[in-house]
């Protein structure tokens, strides 16, 4: 079965600092790898999503993510945060031939600090 | 547009207690519904999928089951909560099963068994 691993459950950055948050998965075949944002009170929402041709993607809000097959990481990235970026984040997978199930990662916690 | 509804958004039961979560989808026809939990310290779990009426799919065995008695709503419901089913759970709706549909999801119900 296939599973996504977060490795960062808390950050904590100052405004303007960059960001990289890490995402691995585990699946030998091809995947479409997703990253979902929940700000709070809202509801989860779709951030950026990778199905395939060019490995950089760009997302809303300055957020971009870079699919590296030989390393199955598909890590976000943002030049500088804002505070308005304190949310949690998830990476997420689905597989071929596994209908549209996601497979979520356990969520990154990001709090920026003015 | 498009909306998904879940009630209620927060919900304290005792253990033994039996369960009822709705979830329903405004602007749409013969959506594909999801069912996810989110425990604390893990990732969101998809627990059911449903792709039409009566048609549920299982991921994980639980002391949860759901229905699907009309095209746009979706029930998640137990005849007696344990502990182990606290969490957060998360209603979602797609287009289609292919790989290229986003998944929209709800506001999500906190359910903290006692």
């Known amino acids: 079965a296939q599973s996504v691993s977060q490795h960062n459950h808390h950050v904590i950055l100052s405004e303007a600092a960059s960001l990289e948050l890490g995402c691995n998965y585990s699946y030998g075949g091809t995947v479409n790898l997703f990253w979902y944002v929940q700000y709070p009170g809202q509801h989860l929402q779709l951030l950026l999503k990778y199905f395939s041709g060019d490995p950089l993607v760009k997302g809303i809000k300055g957020f971009e993510a870079e699919f590296i097959k030989s390393k199955f990481s598909f890590n976000l990235r943002k030049p500088s945060v804002q505070w308005s970026d304190t949310a949690e984040y998830f990476c997420a997978v689905t597989h071929t031939g596994g209908g549209n199930k996601l497979t979520f990662g356990t969520g990154t916690q990001l709090k920026v600090e003015l | 547009s498009q909306t998904i509804h879940q009630w209620p958004a927060t919900l304290v039961q005792p253990v033994g207690s039996p369960l009822s979560l709705e979830c329903t989808v405004e602007g749409t026809s013969n959506p594909n519904l999801y069912w996810y939990r989110q425990a604390a310290g893990r990732g969101l779990q998809l627990l059911f999928y449903s792709v039409g009426i009566g048609q549920i799919s299982s991921e994980v065995p639980q002391n949860l089951s759901a229905s699907r008695p009309q095209d746009r709503q979706f029930i998640l419901s137990s005849k007696k909560l344990l502990l182990s089913d606290s969490g957060f759970y998360l209603c979602?709706?797609?287009?289609?099963?292919?790989?290229?549909?986003?998944?929209?999801f709800g506001p999500g119900t906190r359910l903290t068994v006692t």
């Open positions: 979602a709706w797609t287009q289609g099963l292919g790989l290229t549909y986003e998944q929209y």
